[in-house]
């Protein structure tokens, strides 16, 4: 049987992904992190001196390469290029500000994004587990638009950066808020993130704490599956 699915997209330190993470914990569902996979993409075309602006060249990445993540416990992701045999650890390497910097150049290709939603769909068939939680910025919208429960999370941009600066050691607040709206400015293509798509569950986390953040989705999910038949 196929899992069932929750769909969670949210920018840059909405909360998204660690409150996905723990509600998908709690719920004994696995956690599929999208956007691993797009800065594991980047990564993979810097570490090959591939022209991320080519979009021929970046999905003949996608045909040699090899993607795998965990979607359960600790999160790993795993690439292997194209031709090699070494299957790299780069769980840690794709979160640096240098990948993250470089990742909505290889975002913006229409067809290297159709080509990552099959492989997410395939992960998520494959996975044998109850439900995944399957979290990004198109997930309720392109990916999983018939997801039985599909949320939307935000924050104020203020909150995000506090948040974000939380997780990068010695950041300067001013510098992360410049990163991050950069950012926004060039994701905004492919998610609002203030408005959620019809039958979208809205959650602003501006003014929730960690618990707080994970018990809404964790209602949202329940109230959806109270509803169904
Ligand atoms: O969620 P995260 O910040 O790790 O995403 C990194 C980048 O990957 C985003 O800035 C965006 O360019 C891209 N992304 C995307 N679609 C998704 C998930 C991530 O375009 N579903």
Redesign the pocket.
Known sequence: TEPILVAI?G??GSG??SVSRAAAEQMGFGIL???????AL?WACREDAVDLDSEDAVVAMLDGWTYAITLQGEQRVQVTLPGGTEAFDVSAV??TPEI?GQ??R???HAEV?VR?NTM?REIVAASGLPGVVI?????TT??APDAPVRILMTASPEVRATRRQGELPGAIHEQVLADITA?DA??AA??DFLNPAPGVTLIDTSDMNFGQSIQAVIDTVEEARGARP
């Open positions: 997209d920018p840059a998204k992904s992190d999208t956007g691993a996979a797009y800065r980047a794709i979160r993250s990742v909505s290889v975002s913006k994004r990552l997410f979290e990004g910025r198109d997930i392109v990916v950012r060039k994701d492919v998610v």
